[in-house]
């Protein structure tokens, strides 16, 4: 029921875009993103809601295709706080699942 | 402000103890819940809980407790029974059921567990 990330690691120079995906197995009601910096807590970015209800981050983007349960986050022009491991959480039923996880570093 | 409190930041513990981990919000968030993380690995639920007196086990439930006697509160105790504690533990909260709503998690600043 993990949903599964893509890629798994990212190295980006400042100012590059990047893209990443999440796929689940399962039927999604939503899709959460998160981030975390080493040893601290993750960090709520964007929700994607089935129907296009979306409450998120201003320079952050993210798409979610019901039908193919995958849902996308894009991040454009990546500055050096980018820096992360990104996840994307889905809700089934009465639970929360957290992805595999992306690992994105920004190098100047 | 308000946010989720988690003490203590570290957390050491000699084997066939039990400790509790402390886990306080005033958010007035009904969900709280607790994730386990592993060195490079993402998190896991350990237990959740979406009303008062009331909680369900997560994935990895075995060798947890916790209890929900306050709204603002969701302490977890790691027993004897886990034989590999040395993690680190997240606290989360959120208003809604998870696909109830549009809010996130709130998550502490987590507890790092270490048995020695």
């Known amino acids: 029921q993990q949903p599964v990330q893509s890629p798994q690691a990212v190295i980006l120079r400042e100012g590059e875009d990047a893209v990443i995906n999440c796929s689940s197995s399962k039927a999604l009601y939503s899709v959460h993103w998160y981030r975390q910096k080493h040893g601290e807590a993750p960090v709520f970015l964007m929700i994607l809601l089935k129907g296009g209800e979306q409450k998120g981050h201003e320079k952050i983007s993210a798409s979610f295709n019901e039908k193919k349960q995958q849902s996308s986050l894009y991040l454009t022009a990546s500055q050096l706080s980018y820096s992360g491991t990104y996840f994307c959480v889905s809700a089934m039923g009465n639970q929360f699942y957290f992805g595999t996880g992306t690992s994105l570093t920004v190098i100047p | 402000d308000g946010g989720i409190t988690q003490s203590p930041k570290y957390l050491f513990r000699k084997e066939g103890q039990n400790v509790t981990l402390s886990c306080e919000q005033n958010l007035n968030h009904d969900a709280m819940y607790w994730y386990r993380q592993d060195p490079g690995q993402g998190l896991r639920l350990i237990y959740y809980s979406q009303i008062v007196n009331d909680f369900q086990k997560g994935d990895i439930a075995e060798g947890y407790s916790v209890s929900r006697e306050k709204k603002e509160s969701f302490p977890l105790t790691v027993t004897s029974a886990q034989k590999n504690p040395t993690a680190f533990y997240l606290c989360?909260?959120?208003?809604?059921?998870?696909?109830?709503?549009?809010?996130?998690?709130?998550f502490g600043s987590g507890t790092r567990l270490t048995v020695v």
């Open positions: 989360a909260s959120s208003r809604q059921k998870p696909g109830q709503g549009i809010d996130g998690y709130t």
